[in-house]
């Protein structure tokens, strides 16, 4: 401020005082300035009934602070954004656009283009820079013109000052509903006949998230916040008012998007849960007979439906024309080529991942909230742990539903094409499998450096096996981590749809005993219920090995006793029916394949119903199951990234293909000063 005269400071102040006798806390909204000597000095300073940050705080910031606005006109302009000396020259021309009739009203938001400054940091900022480019320059720009149905999609847009404060603001607060705040103003613009129009003369500059992290969780808020607009009056209202082609116009660039991303993923759930059922049945080798004997090839056509292209990169097509727009035919093709090769793909099928579960969860549970990126210059290595905490809901869980799939396909499905053929029929399937296990590590800066590997698996079993208990953080502990993934199902509505959904786990295990060698070809119902037996008999093993020698202090030795025994005992009896018996070493995988979705089906209902769970006193039963499903996700996906960082190759190629060539020399010359010390910071 004193660098700049010019500059005011609008805050909240909260004086506390004792009146009567009695504590008192007063709000006041305050202007300050610098003053001659460098302190500040007070200009306005206005009493409030009370706390004013009853919703978010971001747009209750700016609702506190716009009466101190003057002028006609109001631009709003974040923290991660810049600005340039020969744009500010332009913004009397921009201010001018007020006064020009775009249709039949008079422009209310003057919308300004972005430049995203942060592009060549790493491979990931690229693509959001790409990304952000192509929305704020193409996207908007049609938009505006022809469609009419730009909105306020955050800032640097101008707003007519007087136009808003007597309409409600450039800021709804409300908490959850409002969580994107600024496209409501937008809305609360349109709804009261403005016009929101888009220029490019002028930019502003911008940072965008350079970090999977960062961008993940910024996504995640963002899908969120369009699960709540689903429910709001503000687009019930729009979708009234407007007329039937700007209807959809509106749909397919706010709401529809995110809707569309939801039915893109749940259109390879379908596909292969319906291949699964064809595989596990039987009817898809009976009506592949058929349409050879009848020769059929329509029906043929149809069984052998092929996914050649990964639906994840189609989100990438309105970056691929900007391209060609901004630079042309030539350089977009080599933007594109060189963008493959720094796994574009595999990013924007992690982030379909990501948009498609928080949108899915706020429809399903409601209750969206404000996740702080923090927008920093975040390029470091992420421990194991910290990405398993992120992703281990949205990504990890459904990446190992679509694997085990695709497994059981392969195994019992059957493909007249043979070996090419499941391969031409599973690659897309198999591609977003992977990307949703791997790119966080993928895309980790230093994610196959041994030194680093060792320490984060150290830190992920500390984690793991550390209690829970009354001020502890999900960062430090498994327990607490597990009941704060809980906190969204709390209503019955959101119970029951958890239930229904958490069915379809069960299908697995009644489609793989009947094909086991043990069950000998029988199809009677006594199979299932005996494969039932079985998999109660592996949850008291569970339980048994679960039991903790600490709350058995008297007992430990015969604790030790006899879980020794029970080990011995559950080998021996495996061994023994193998070669007794027509139970084989295949259906020892075969039951893997059945019982493992069966038991985090049980798992999901019954955290799903957790207080009913508690009051049967079954509730660390349940944690335990758990802590003992995390850990072998875990593990699964810990092992292919520990042998990979045992060859040095690895990791020099990531670092050089991932991220630029100062970092890189940067991260080289760090880790030959670290030397042996796994603890020494990036």
Request: with cysteine.
């Amino acid at each position: 401020m004193q660098r700049n005269e010019a500059l005011r400071v609008a805050y909240i102040d909260i004086v506390e005082s004792v009146k009567n006798g009695k504590p008192s806390t007063e709000f006041y909204s305050k202007l300050v300035k610098a003053d001659i000597h460098g302190k500040d000095k007070e200009i306005y300073s206005i009493k409030l009934p009370g706390n004013p940050k009853l919703g978010e705080g971001k747009p209750e910031n700016q609702n506190h602070a716009i009466i101190f606005t003057r002028g006609n006109a109001v631009q709003t302009i974040d923290m991660n954004q810049d600005n340039y000396f020969e744009e500010a020259l332009k913004m009397r021309n921009l201010l001018e656009e007020f006064s020009v009739k775009r249709g039949k009203h008079y422009p209310s938001i003057l919308g300004v283009r972005e430049h995203v400054f942060t592009g060549s940091v790493s491979s990931l900022a690229s693509f959001m820079s790409n990304q952000e480019t192509s929305f704020v320059t193409l996207g908007q720009r049609v938009l505006a013109n022809p469609l009419k149905v730009r909105m306020h999609y955050g800032h640097p847009d101008v707003f007519d000052r007087i136009f808003h404060i007597t309409r409600g603001g450039i800021s709804k607060a409300s908490r959850v509903i409002n969580i994107s705040e600024d496209i409501y103003a937008g809305f609360n613009s349109t709804l009261r006949q403005g016009s929101v129009t888009h220029h490019e003369y002028i930019q502003v500059g911008k940072g965008r998230d350079v970090g999977l992290n960062q961008i993940a969780v910024f996504e995640g808020k963002v899908a969120g916040g369009n699960g709540e607009q689903v429910l709001s009056r503000d687009v019930y209202r729009l979708g009234q008012l407007f007329d039937f082609f700007r209807m959809l116009s509106f749909y397919v660039t706010t709401v529809g998007f995110y809707v569309c991303t939801m039915l893109t993923v749940l259109t390879v759930y379908i596909f292969l849960y319906g291949k699964t059922y064809l595989a596990l049945s039987g009817v898809g080798e009976s009506i592949q007979n058929r349409a050879d004997i009848l020769q059929n090839t329509a029906l043929n056509a149809a069984l052998n439906t092929q996914f050649l292209f990964q639906i994840g990169v189609f989100t990438a097509v309105p970056m691929i024309l900007g391209f060609i727009l901004e630079s042309g035919v030539l350089t977009a093709f080599v933007n594109f080529i060189t963008m493959q090769f720094q796994l574009c793909s595999v990013f924007f099928t992690f982030s379909l991942g990501t948009r498609t579960h928080y949108f899915g969860r706020t429809i399903l549970h409601g209750g969206a909230k404000y996740r702080g990126t923090g927008r920093g210059f975040v390029v470091r290595h992420i421990k194991f742990a910290e990405n398993y905490r992120l992703y281990s809901r949205s990504h990890f869980v459904k990446g190992m539903e679509v694997a085990f799939l695709l497994v059981i396909f392969l195994a019992y499905g059957f493909n007249n094409g043979g070996a090419i053929g499941y391969i031409l029929l599973s690659i897309s399937s198999w591609f977003m499998a992977l990307s949703w296990l791997y790119a966080p590590y993928l895309f980790n800066p230093s994610g196959f450096e041994w030194q680093k590997i060792v320490e984060d698996f150290r830190d992920w079993t500390n984690w793991l096996f550390y209690r829970g208990g009354i001020g502890v953080k999900g960062e430090e502990s498994w327990e607490a981590w597990w009941e704060e993934e809980l906190f969204h199902i709390h209503t019955i509505r959101g119970r029951i749809l958890e239930t229904i959904l958490s069915l379809r786990f069960f299908i697995f295990q009644y489609g793989v005993v009947y094909h086991m060698d043990a069950s000998e070809s029988s199809t009677s119902l006594l199979v299932y219920w005996i494969s039932w037996a079985v998999l109660g008999g592996l949850f008291v093993l569970i339980l048994v090995f679960g039991l903790n020698p600490k709350a058995m202090v008297h007992f430990q030795l015969f604790l030790r006793l006899v879980k020794s025994i029970a080990l011995l005992m559950v080998l021996a009896g495996l061994v023994l029916a193998i070669v007794f018996t027509s139970l084989t070493v295949t259906d020892v995988f075969a039951c893997i394949l059945a019982f493992v979705p069966t038991g985090w089906g049980i798992l999901s209902i019954a955290v799903a119903w957790k207080p009913i769970v508690k009051k049967l006193g079954l509730w660390k039963t349940v944690r335990s199951l758990a802590r003992l499903y995390d850990a072998g996700m875990g593990m699964i996906i810990f092992v292919p990234i520990a042998i990979c960082s045992w060859f040095p190759f690895i990791s020099t190629f990531q670092t050089r293909l991932l991220f630029n060539q100062a970092f890189s020399r940067g991260l080289e010359i760090s880790l030959i000063l670290a030397g042996n010390n796994p603890n020494a910071g990036m």
